[in-house]
């Protein structure tokens, strides 16, 4: 099996891709399970799929193999499109999960119900060492609720409610998450590209 790294210090989101991935003929690499030193790449792109590039082509430059990385995001269509690729920095820089979800929480007190609809964008790429680079897009639809529900996932699942359900993300199994996910249909969409 070949080396893949992926391009992410985020637990939870390091977690999701091992989950959806678990098929794949490769050898995942993770920065924890690295001895060698990764880049800290600064998310300064206008867009996921420029995020996504910047995280990928370090990571795949600094160890000699392919990588895969993503950038996701929150769009709530009452706040403009926003968090949007500032899901991660929502409450400013160097805020946490509990900050960012609080302050969307807040943002959208006032807004009625109909209104607060909203979906996770996620943009995968893969790049080789060899400047090759393939990519796909996925969004899950859904809407926003002002009470957290739910223990699961991480970040903004607890207030979000996927189309044709009744559960938040934080509600679902693992299982059940990946199989709607923005994530996990982006990956799905990948993998085919790579000819694994």
Same mark, same amino acid.
């Given at each position: 099996?070949?080396?893949? =790294?992926?391009?992410?210090?985020?637990?939870?989101?390091?977690?999701?891709?091992?989950?959806?991935?678990?098929?794949?003929?490769?050898?995942?690499?993770?920065?924890?399970?690295?001895?060698?030193?990764?880049?800290?790449?600064?998310?300064?792109?206008?867009?996921?799929?420029?995020?996504?590039?910047?995280? $990928?082509?370090?990571?795949?430059?600094?160890?000699?193999?392919?990588?895969?990385?993503?950038?996701?995001?929150?769009?709530?269509? =009452?706040?403009?499109?926003?968090?949007?690729?500032?899901?991660?920095?929502?409450?400013?820089?160097?805020?946490?999960?509990?900050?960012?979800?609080?302050?969307?929480?807040?943002?959208?007190?006032?807004?009625?119900?109909?209104?607060?609809?909203?979906?996770?964008?996620?943009?995968?790429?893969?790049?080789?060492?060899?400047?090759?680079?393939?990519? $796909?897009? $996925?969004?899950?639809?859904?809407?926003?609720?002002?009470?957290?529900?739910?223990?699961?996932?991480?970040?903004?699942?607890?207030?979000?409610?996927?189309?044709?359900?009744?559960?938040?993300? =934080?509600?679902?199994?693992?299982?059940?998450?990946?199989?709607?996910?923005?994530?996990?249909?982006?990956?799905?969409?990948?993998?085919?590209?790579?000819?694994?």
């Amino acid at each position: 099996m070949s080396p893949f =790294a992926i391009a992410s210090r985020n637990p939870g989101k390091i977690r999701e891709i091992l989950q959806i991935c678990a098929d794949w003929p490769v050898e995942w690499i993770t920065a924890d399970s690295d001895p060698r030193e990764w880049p800290e790449v600064e998310e300064t792109g206008e867009t996921y799929l420029d995020n996504a590039l910047l995280k $990928a082509r370090a990571v795949a430059e600094a160890l000699g193999v392919p990588c895969v990385a993503d950038d996701s995001g929150i769009e709530v269509d =009452a706040l403009g499109g926003a968090p949007g690729t500032r899901s991660a920095r929502f409450a400013g820089e160097g805020a946490g999960d509990e900050a960012n979800l609080q302050l969307l929480i807040d943002s959208i007190a006032d807004t009625p119900e109909p209104e607060r609809t909203a979906r996770y964008r996620c943009v995968v790429v893969a790049v080789w060492p060899d400047g090759r680079i393939e990519h $796909a897009e $996925a969004t899950c639809e859904g809407e926003l609720i002002t009470e957290r529900r739910g223990t699961g996932g991480f970040g903004y699942d607890p207030v979000f409610v996927p189309e044709g359900e009744w559960r938040t993300m =934080a509600e679902l199994s693992a299982g059940e998450k990946d199989a709607i996910s923005h994530r996990g249909r982006a990956f799905r969409e990948l993998r085919p590209l790579l000819e694994l």
